[in-house]
Each structure stands twice: as C-alpha cells, then as structure tokens.
C-alpha cells in the first residue's frame, strides 16, 4: 500500500491534503476531486438559483457545466494542488450577492466575511491564475449585478466592507 510519510510537511499544508495519512493515495485523491467537484457543483447551483433567480432546470444545467470543467479536473489530475481553490468562485459570488432577507447588519457581515474568507483562500493557494480569474469574474458579476438592481449605496457599502476585509486577511500575503 502507498502511503504518504504523516511527518512530511507536505501532508500537513492544508485540510485537502490531510486525507493523505489515513488514505491510500490513489483512493484520497479520487475523493478529494468529488467532493470538490460535488461542493462547486453545489455553489454554482445556489448561485444561479437564489442569486440570480433562474428556474430550476437552468440552475442545474448551469451547475453541471461548473461541475464538468475540464480546468479543476485537470489541474488536480497533473497535481496542481492549489486548484482545489477554483470550487470557491461560486460561493464566494454567492456569500458576496446573496440578498439580505431579514436585513440584519450581522448577517451582512457575515456574509460578507464568508466571501472575504473565500477569497483569501484563493490567494493563499499559491495559483495566482485562479485568483486573477476570481478577481475577473467578481468584477463581471458585481456590475451585472449592479445593473438588475440598480445601484444602491448599501450595495457599495458591501463592497467596500468586502475589500477592506480581504485585504485585512490577506495582509501577511500581500507584503
């Protein structure tokens, strides 16, 4: 049976690579892959769903062409570890657009600091090609956005609270 050395520092850089000590290797990384794919597959379904307001069936075919993106599955087949980050473009769109029902301030925050987080964890993966693409794809969606609901000055709030939290997070990567 392969198994990884536990006290390798390679085992140890992130919650994805953790599996490896219990796991035979092959086994950990088919695991690892579904159930990525399976949590981006999810986001883009709640995405195109309670944020954009798109019935059902156009929802999961929306999900399902995230789900079979050739660029996770090969990025991960090669051992591009950090690819791993590319499942949380959704739900970092989702915790960033996702309408505020109860209009609670702590929601908000919350919210906010969940996409905050998210993208933090892409610039922490060592794929700056993700982050880029991230950083893209949020600026496409939040004018699109803009452009349905029209442009409300709690909305910019959000997006200045947005920033300000990712950069607090992201500030040992970043200097």
């Not at 536990?6 to 579904?34: T, Y």
């Not at 004018?143 to 609901?149: A, R, V």
Request: glycine fraction near 4%.
């Amino acid at each position: 049976m392969n198994r990884i050395n536990w006290k390798s520092k390679k085992c140890r850089d992130s919650v994805f690579e953790m599996k490896l000590i219990f796991l035979i290797i092959l086994i950990s990384f088919q695991l690892s892959i579904i159930i990525a794919s399976l949590a981006g597959y999810i986001g883009a379904y709640l995405l195109l769903r309670r944020v954009f307001y798109l019935e059902r069936l156009i929802s999961l075919l929306g999900a399902i062409l995230f789900l079979f993106n050739s660029y996770f599955v090969t990025r991960t087949v090669v051992g591009h570890l950090g690819a791993y980050t590319f499942v949380f473009i959704p739900w970092t769109l989702y915790f960033l657009l996702i309408k505020n029902k109860k209009n609670n301030i702590l929601h908000e925050v919350v919210f906010v600091a969940t996409s905050s987080f998210f993208l933090t964890a892409c610039l922490y993966s060592g794929r700056p090609q993700i982050l880029i693409s991230l950083l893209l794809t949020l600026i496409f969606f939040i004018f699109f956005k803009m452009i349905i609901n029209g442009f409300k000055k709690s909305f910019f709030y959000r997006i200045g609270l947005f920033i300000s939290i990712f950069l607090l997070l992201s500030l040992s990567k970043i200097i």
